[in-house]
């Protein structure tokens, strides 16, 4: 079984930064991504970043050129730092883990709150 912590989020002004981090627990087999997902009320869920096994990064659109995800593969954590946060970045943040090799397995974290606000 596989647990996923996240750590970070809370309050961050407008412009500010966010540092969020998530470590996978357990038995972690055949890693194939991790990253995050967003959810704001009221709208479906939005990839934030993940990265790969090989190190390969991947960004939402919404969040492109002001994050940075990075891994440390000896502890199976992932860290996102995100620049220049507005409100609409205001969304629970959930940490997620693919593995397999074929058809992937989804392990998700509780998630984070993070919110925008002056």
């Known amino acids: 079984q596989v647990t996923l912590v996240e750590s970070g989020g809370g309050l961050v002004q407008p412009g500010g930064s966010l540092n969020l981090s998530c470590t996978a627990s357990?038995?972690?087999?055949?890693?194939?991504?991790m990253g995050w997902y967003r959810q704001a009320p009221g709208r479906s869920a939005e990839k934030v970043a993940f990265?790969?096994?090989?190190?390969?990064?991947d960004y939402g659109d919404s969040v492109k050129g002001r994050t940075t995800i990075s891994r440390d593969g000896r502890e199976n954590t992932v860290y996102l730092q995100m620049n220049n946060l507005k409100p609409e970045d205001t969304a629970r943040y959930l940490c997620?883990?693919?593995?397999?090799?074929?058809?992937?397995?989804?392990?998700w974290g509780r998630g984070t709150q993070v919110t925008v606000a002056s």
């Open positions: 357990g038995s972690v087999v055949d890693f194939y991504a």
């Open positions: 997620n883990l693919k593995t397999g090799t074929g058809e992937l397995e989804n392990h």
């Open positions: 990265i790969s096994s090989r190190g390969i990064t």
